[in-house]
């Protein structure tokens, strides 16, 4: 299973990006995608994550109320809109997503998009 993020850049201190995630490959159902991100020298955290249906969410603290997730079953995509960006949220963004195909229950990730916030 392969994710496709886009939707990274550059913005300055208060501005806004959304970043996209597309799954693909084979037949298989998702239990829960999320986000997470890695700034220089740290570990990878969770950012937000939503279940299949879109009925429940989780955020990190450090994001909440400014972090939405969402979710278009139409489009096969998830969404993470960003607002009220700061320079402390500058880091690789990655999808991820937890699954079960007819090989098993799988995780994947995508390959990063990287989020660069000015002050």
């Known amino acids: 299973v392969q994710l496709v993020e886009s939707g990274g850049g550059l913005v300055q201190a208060g501005g806004s990006l959304r970043l996209s995630c597309v799954p693909s490959g084979g037949t298989f159902s998702i239990n829960v995608m999320g986000w997470y991100r890695q700034a220089p020298g740290k570990q990878r955290e969770l950012v937000a994550t939503?279940?299949?249906?879109?009925?429940?969410?989780v955020y990190a603290a450090s994001v909440k109320g400014r972090f939405t997730i969402s979710r278009d079953n139409a489009k096969n995509t998830m969404y993470l809109q960003m607002n009220s960006l700061k320079p402390e949220d500058t880091a690789v963004y990655y999808c991820n997503l937890e699954g079960r195909g007819v090989w098993g229950k799988f995780t994947s990730w995508g390959q990063g998009t990287q989020v660069t916030v000015s002050s």
């Open positions: 939503i279940t299949s249906s879109g009925g429940s969410t």
